[in-house]
């Protein structure tokens, strides 16, 4: 399918659906949660991140916390010569596409979300851990390619109707990256009705938005907090020379050098140096704890199509206006939408016409990062360039178009998050914080490039910086997907239902067959397995074939918390071309049947009380990390009843924690933790144990009411 024929089904669509709905909710957000990256749109037709205790949204990778690297998008439309419902002539006119204009000059009529397929119910001992996601679409499409695809409408004063649609993909290539396709159509609609205000061409249309990263949540908390909304953020750009690739196709292979990538037109971000931070603060190593690399995230924004005019939809290679870096908080207000503001709006369009607000100073088309950094260890806080302490934004505007009433502009765009995977930012992290607390120590380390040296921060930030090739490799795989009209091969669907459940001997896992059991390349199933929590590495601990809808995972130990996911796996015989992504076999999303309730082998209940044991015994927190993988403050009451009442005192008598056991095993885990959530402090302490369930059968020396007293030492 060409660019022309996919542009053409979009807005087939869009005049199908029509604009005349009912409004939506300033503050309704829809959550796409299907592949590694995942984030959410709003209603009023821009995204702002902080939801009034963190900044989330564009989750990557998603399979850990904290990893959120939104911070703000700011966007604006503007025209020029226009007369409005009053009969009142702006020389400029402009909106500020942000919640607080939303019924003044904002109108927000759709926001809905389809799902190729409905999501498996995934069941961990009867608990259904998709239950807070089934709402996050309300129809499914089997005919549709992505997985979810989100519509926005947004009517403005104007009359001239934005409308976005939203494509993620959970293909394992093509799961890095969601593509906004925006139509801007003259509509003459000024409002919420199905009234028509408007009926004259817009004249200079300016659009444009100025992003900014946190890249990301998990480094900032582990460096300096200011970088929360992205103060020390740095961008870049690429793209240059795209005219004279605007006819390129991408057909290359996954081994075509990634210098060969350049071309396309994008901005993105990373997180820099604090002035604030002693150390080579590049990737945000935690050096609190184990080193890991906690920002390797590079997050921004690629360009796909540029509608060249309403009547020529070819790519136009002069477009974005504007490509380059902005200071964050720094930009033209456009007021009150009064007379008082025509001032304000002659700002926004220049800005919008690639004049930086309010000087040069403030913004560029240039690489900011090559243009200002000597070297990759220079400690130059990007910040201070600008002066402006919100940080800088990747800044992009296009046009100006001419657009008649009933005739549209299209722009297609790819926002990804990309770097270095987790157990790589260990390894490095791990490393440089060794060299960092022993000034002797020279590595050598070893380079990406098989050399080394003796450089703890070039070693560092080298491979740290791997991650722009690795973001611009997504990008590619974006506009190759775009390009092939969104027909890149597709993996199986997941099963529908996925179940683990905790048993005495082993950990069961079942489920229903996947809906594409019946294609001719299906191949089976993959079982991987995580420990002590549920945003940890995955292990493959088992391949199924066709047919079989169950699994003994005999493999688990007494007292670690266990989490799982299937997938479905097909031969890859319908992935051998090499053009969208590598060759192979594709597996359906690990998303989809990832559990985050834990499963435990679970002990029979004991016979005696006597046998009541507790581990370990003494806790040192010099030994946490080899206690329970992954579980830190833990421990286990081993031999328990199946029903009681575990009451723990301190040793002056004080209670300070009951637990209620009552799932008939005779395990029973502790964090550690006091009734008010308090960490409980050196000691040593009192357990109480009282039986409250006659057990069945005459093998049990013990019956309700009666009571055991054991002891056991906190170290801290």
């Known amino acids: 399918m060409s660019k022309l024929s996919l542009r053409n089904i979009l807005l087939l669509t869009v005049f199908i659906s029509g604009v005349g709905k009912a409004q939506v909710g300033e503050s309704e957000k829809s959550y796409i949660r299907v592949g590694e990256l995942q984030t959410h749109i709003s209603a009023y037709g821009s995204e702002r991140a902080w939801n009034e205790v963190y900044y989330e949204g564009l989750k990557w990778p998603a399979d850990y916390l904290y990893t959120d690297n939104a911070v703000i998008k700011r966007a604006w439309i503007a025209v020029k010569e226009f ?165 390129d196709v991408l057909n290359f292979t996954e081994s075509t050098p990634r210098a060969n990538l350049d071309w396309i037109r994008c901005g993105f971000s990373w997180m820099g140096q604090s002035e604030l931070v002693s150390y080579d603060m590049i990737g945000a190593p935690d050096i609190r704890a184990t080193g890991r690399l906690s920002g390797p995230q590079f997050a921004g924004t690629a360009i796909l199509h540029v509608d060249k005019s309403t009547s020529d939809h070819s790519d136009d290679p002069n477009q974005p206006t504007t490509l380059g870096w902005h200071a964050g908080d720094t930009y033209p207000s456009v007021g009150d939408l009064r007379d008082s503001d025509r001032l304000k709006m002659s700002q926004v369009y220049e800005m ?69 995977g987790r157990a790589k930012c260990n390894e490095i992290g791990n490393r440089w914080l060794k060299a960092y607390y022993d000034p002797n120590d020279k590595g050598p380390f070893e380079l990406p490039d098989g050399t080394t040296t003796d450089n703890k921060n070039i070693y560092k930030n080298t491979w740290f910086y791997t991650g722009k090739d690795s973001i611009m490799l997504v990008f590619s795989r974006a506009l190759r997907n775009y390009n092939m009209g969104f027909n890149i091969p597709q993996p199986p669907q997941p099963p529908e239902n996925f179940y683990v459940n905790s048993m005495g001997d082993m950990i069961e896992l079942s489920w229903t067959p996947s809906p594409s ?79 985050t309730e834990p499963a435990y082998l679970q002990r029979q209940p004991t016979k005696s009380l006597e046998s009541v044991r507790i581990a370990p015994n003494p806790y040192n927190i010099l030994n946490r990390g080899l206690q329970f993988e992954q579980e830190e403050d833990k421990i286990m009451f081993y031999n328990i009843p199946g029903y009681c009442k575990i009451r723990i005192y301190s040793e002056r008598g004080d209670l300070i924690k009951t637990i209620v056991h009552s799932d008939g095993s005779g395990d029973q885990a502790w964090f550690l933790n006091t009734s008010s959530r308090q960490v409980v402090v050196s000691g040593i302490y009192i357990v109480h144990i009282e039986v409250t369930k006659d057990p069945e059968g005459p093998e049990y020396s013990y019956e309700k009411g009666d009571t055991i007293l054991k002891k056991f030492i906190v170290i801290r």
């Open 517 to 595: 059991e019946s294609d001719l390349d299906f191949a089976g199933y993959r079982i991987y397995r995580g420990i002590g929590r549920p945003d940890t590495s995955f292990t493959l601990i088992a391949e199924v074939p066709v047919g079989v809808g169950r699994y003994e995972d005999r493999s688990a130990s007494r007292g670690f918390a266990y989490y799982y996911y299937i997938t479905a796996v097909n031969d890859g015989s319908n992935n051998t071309e090499g053009i969208a992504n590598p060759t192979g076999p594709l597996e359906s999303s690990r998303f989809y049947t990832r559990t």
């Open 352 to 420: 919008l016409s690639g004049q930086p607000y309010p000087s040069d100073m403030y913004g560029g088309t240039d690489r900011m990062d090559e243009t200002y950094l000597q070297s990759i260890t220079q400690k130059l806080d990007p910040y201070t360039i600008h002066g402006d302490g919100g940080g800088t934004n990747v800044w992009i505007t296009y046009g100006p178009f001419d657009i008649d009433p009933g005739d549209s502009i299209v722009i297609v765009e790819a926002q990804a998050v990309n770097g270095l």
């Open 83 to 247: 007369t409005d419902e009053d009969n009142v002539f702006w020389d400029f006119w402009a909106t500020y596409i942000s919640k607080g204009y939303v019924a003044n000059s904002l109108f927000p009529m759709e926001l809905s979300q389809s799902a190729k397929f409905p999501i498996p119910g995934v069941f961990v001992d009867g608990v259904d851990c998709n239950t807070p996601y089934y709402d996050d679409y309300q129809t499914v499409n089997s005919n549709q390619v992505a997985d979810r695809i989100v519509n926005n409408v947004v009517n403005t004063s104007c009359g001239l109707t934005m409308t976005r649609r939203v494509y993620a993909f959970s293909q394992q290539y093509h799961d890095d990256y969601i593509i906004k396709e925006f139509i801007f159509k003259n509509t003459g609609n000024t409002d919420y009705d199905d009234e028509i205000e408007l009926n004259a061409p817009l004249t200079g249309v300016r659009i444009g938005w100025s992003t900014r990263y946190s890249v990301s949540r998990d480094g900032a908390s582990n460096s300096d907090n200011q970088q929360s909304w992205g103060k020390h953020t740095w961008v870049t750009r690429r793209g240059e020379e795209y005219a004279s690739h605007v006819n």
